[in-house]
T-cell receptor, first 114, second 114 residues
Framework: GESVGLHLPTLSVQEGDNSIINCAYSNSASDYFIWYKQESGKGPQFIIDIRSNMDKRQGQRVTVLLNKTVKHLSLQIAATQPGDSAVYFCAETSGGGGADGLTFGKGTHLIIQP | GAGVSQSPSNKVTEKGKDVELRCDPISGHTALYWYRQSLGQGLEFLIYFQGNSAPDKSGLPSDRFSAERTGGSVSTLTIQRTQQEDSAVYLC????????????FGQGTRLTVV
C-alpha cells in the first residue's frame, strides 16, 4: 500500500484535556481505517475503526473522524488519563474491508502531563 | 488461549544463525499475520495466512524469511542467516478473517542480531 503518515511524532497534553492525533493517508482507494494504541513493551491494541462510508464514529472516550476529501483521519481522546500515554498508530487498507496488508503510519507518541 | 501468544519474548542471536519465532493465535481465528516493527517505526507487513488459502507472502523482505502455519493454528516465522538489519520486534496478530478487523496482536518477539 501507499504510505500513511502522521503529522506529529510527539504530542504532549495535560491530564484531563482532550487530545487530537492526526493522520494523513495517500491511497484514495483506502476504505478501511483503524487506530491502534501501543504501550511500551506490548503489541498494538485495537482502539477503533471506521469504514469509508462513514465520516465519524464514536467509542468510549474516543472518536475517529474521516475526511476522505483531503484524505485525513483523526483520533480524538476525551479527558485524557495517565493510562492514555502510548504510541498511537493509524492504519489503512484498500482490501475491501479486510485487514490483510494493512499499512501503518509511524506513530504519534502521546504524553500525558500531570 | 485468551490472547495471541508469541515466543520467545526476546531472542539474541549471532549474525548468520537461523532463528524461529512462534505465534499461537486466538483459538478459532482463521487469519494470522506477521508484522515487523523497527525501532521508532510503524509496522511493516510481512505475511498473511487465511484459512487453507495460499499465504500472501508479498511483504517478506528477502528469501531468508519464511513462515508456516500448521493445522490452521500455530505459525512459525523463520529467518535464515540472520543479519543485523533483521533486528526488530516481530509481531503476530490474528483475526476472525477478512473484513473482521485486525484487533488482536501478540506482545511481540524482540530479535537482536549481534
Amino acid at each position: 500500500g501507499e504510505s500513511v503518515g502522521l503529522h506529529l511524532p510527539t504530542l504532549s497534553v495535560q491530564e484531563g484535556d482532550n487530545s487530537i492525533i492526526n493522520c494523513a493517508y495517500s491511497n484514495s482507494a483506502s476504505d478501511y481505517f483503524i487506530w491502534y494504541k501501543q504501550e511500551s513493551g506490548k503489541g498494538p491494541q485495537f482502539i477503533i475503526d471506521i469504514r469509508s462510508n462513514m465520516d465519524k464514529r464514536q467509542g468510549q472516550r474516543v472518536t475517529v473522524l474521516l475526511n476522505k476529501t483531503v484524505k485525513h483521519l483523526s483520533l480524538q481522546i476525551a479527558a485524557t488519563q495517565p493510562g492514555d500515554s502510548a504510541v498511537y498508530f493509524c492504519a489503512e487498507t484498500s482490501g475491501g474491508g479486510g485487514a490483510d496488508g494493512l499499512t501503518f503510519g509511524k506513530g504519534t507518541h502521546l504524553i500525558i502531563q500531570p | 488461549g485468551a490472547g495471541v501468544s508469541q515466543s520467545p519474548s526476546n531472542k539474541v542471536t549471532e549474525k548468520g544463525k537461523d532463528v524461529e519465532l512462534r505465534c499461537d493465535p486466538i483459538s478459532g481465528h482463521t487469519a494470522l499475520y506477521w508484522y515487523r516493527q523497527s525501532l521508532g517505526q510503524g509496522l511493516e507487513f510481512l505475511i498473511y495466512f487465511q484459512g487453507n488459502s495460499a499465504p500472501d507472502k508479498s511483504g517478506l523482505p528477502s528469501d531468508r524469511f519464511s513462515a508456516e502455519r500448521t493445522g490452521g493454528s500455530v505459525s512459525t516465522l523463520t529467518i535464515q542467516r540472520t543479519q543485523q538489519e533483521d533486528s526488530a520486534v516481530y509481531l503476530c496478530a490474528s483475526s476472525l478473517g477478512v473484513g473482521r478487523g485486525l484487533g488482536f496482536f501478540g506482545q511481540g518477539t524482540r530479535l537482536t542480531v549481534v
